[in-house]
């Protein structure tokens, strides 16, 4: 658990009402829309995605299906980071970076995607340049700019899943909102000191709560920034890797996804805990949600 002088990373930090969440749900394969035909694989990308194709959980179609994904990655710092690093190598098709900050000289501690050489380039630029060089078979679009409201919208309704590598509540709140309305799941995290937090909350699910049944917005908790308060470079990379992981296993439909946990890391002592929490009834953004498919 937190130390008793750690700052909440999430709003609800110190305070959660628990609610059952029935065990057992596996990830259900997202549905592909109309743009994302599933091409036949080459020998070239049969041999770069061979440790993939290995596992009889992926295979050949899962790996394809990876091929014709696009995620979402709002945030190209410390997260962000290491989640389109890996989202990168693993194939996803279409990357689309969202961070309107430039890369400076305190970033390079822990967000591994940026380089000496490009300190003072727009992040999602650099992170272009890095995800290009692992695959330059993704396509990547970087957008440097704050994306809020209807542009939002628009971009996650493009997604086949969402990731929040973002480090302020209102971008958590508005990413959380975009992805109930379009049904798209959400694979979000969070990273400060030594403390680390990550949930999946899947749309598709009526049992599945939304990022402000767990976290209110009305919660009162400021935030808190890396400049200020510090963080432990390797805890980025080990809660976007996770990110990246669930992100992976929710478009090819395997394993069990984190939906209703709440994942905790302490990396002083490197002790995990968890939490299971389930849709709030009363939740003003999702209590009406549409039924997604």
Same mark, same amino acid.
């Given at each position: 658990?937190?130390?008793?002088?750690?700052?909440?990373?999430?709003?609800?930090?110190?305070?959660?009402?628990?609610?059952?969440?029935?065990?057992?749900?596996?990830?259900?394969?997202?549905?592909?829309?109309?743009?994302?035909?599933?091409?036949?694989?080459?020998?070239?990308?049969?041999?770069?995605?061979?440790?993939? %194709?290995?596992?009889?959980?992926?295979?050949?179609?899962?790996?394809?299906?990876?091929?014709?994904?696009?995620?979402? =990655?709002?945030?190209?710092?410390?997260?962000?980071?290491?989640?389109?690093?890996?989202?990168?190598?693993?194939?996803?098709?279409?990357?689309?970076?969202?961070?309107?900050?430039?890369?400076?000289?305190?970033?390079?501690?822990?967000?591994?995607?940026?380089?000496?050489?490009?300190?003072?380039?727009?992040?999602?630029?650099?992170?272009?340049?890095?995800?290009?060089?692992?695959?330059?078979?993704?396509?990547?679009?970087?957008?440097?700019?704050?994306?809020?409201?209807?542009?939002?919208?628009?971009? =996650?309704?493009?997604?086949?899943?969402?990731?929040?590598?973002?480090?302020?509540?209102?971008?958590?709140?508005?990413?959380?909102?975009?992805?109930?309305?379009?049904?798209?799941?959400?694979?979000?995290?969070?990273?400060?000191?030594?403390?680390?937090?990550?949930?999946?909350?899947?749309?598709?699910?009526?049992?599945?709560?939304?990022?402000?049944?767990?976290?209110?917005?009305?919660?009162?908790?400021?935030? =808190?920034?890396?400049?200020?308060?510090?963080?432990?470079?390797?805890?980025?990379? %080990?809660?976007?890797? =996770?990110?990246?992981?669930?992100?992976?296993?929710?478009?090819?439909?395997?394993?069990?996804?984190?939906?209703?946990?709440?994942?905790?890391?302490?990396?002083?002592?490197?002790?995990?805990?968890?939490?299971?929490?389930?849709?709030?009834?009363?939740?003003?953004?999702?209590?009406?949600?549409?039924?997604?498919?």
């Amino acid at each position: 658990m937190l130390a008793a002088n750690s700052p909440p990373l999430l709003p609800s930090m110190a305070v959660l009402t628990l609610r059952s969440l029935p065990r057992g749900h596996g990830a259900p394969t997202l549905r592909l829309r109309p743009h994302q035909i599933i091409p036949p694989m080459n020998d070239h990308q049969l041999l770069r995605y061979s440790r993939h %194709i290995l596992l009889d959980e992926i295979g050949i179609e899962g790996q394809a299906r990876l091929l014709a994904a696009r995620v979402l =990655v709002i945030g190209a710092g410390g997260l962000g980071s290491p989640a389109a690093m890996y989202l990168a190598a693993s194939g996803v098709g279409r990357i689309t970076l969202v961070d309107d900050d430039d890369v400076d000289l305190t970033n390079l501690q822990r967000q591994v995607m940026h380089t000496t050489g490009r300190i003072g380039t727009p992040k999602v630029e650099s992170g272009r340049v890095a995800l290009r060089e692992i695959n330059p078979e993704v396509t990547v679009t970087p957008l440097c700019e704050r994306a809020t409201g209807e542009r939002l919208r628009e971009l =996650v309704q493009q997604a086949s899943v969402v990731l929040d590598c973002s480090d302020n509540f209102a971008t958590r709140h508005a990413v959380n909102r975009a992805c109930v309305a379009a049904g798209v799941p959400l694979v979000a995290g969070a990273a400060i000191r030594f403390d680390g937090q990550l949930s999946v909350f899947d749309m598709r699910r009526a049992d599945c709560p939304c990022y402000a049944c767990v976290f209110p917005e009305d919660s009162g908790f400021e935030d =808190v920034a890396c400049s200020t308060m510090g963080v432990f470079a390797p805890l980025v990379g %080990i809660v976007g890797a =996770v990110q990246a992981a669930e992100a992976l296993k929710l478009i090819v439909g395997i394993g069990t996804p984190l939906a209703g946990r709440l994942l905790m890391l302490d990396a002083r002592a490197m002790e995990w805990t968890e939490i299971r929490a389930a849709r709030n009834p009363a939740c003003p953004v999702c209590a009406e949600r549409p039924a997604h498919a």
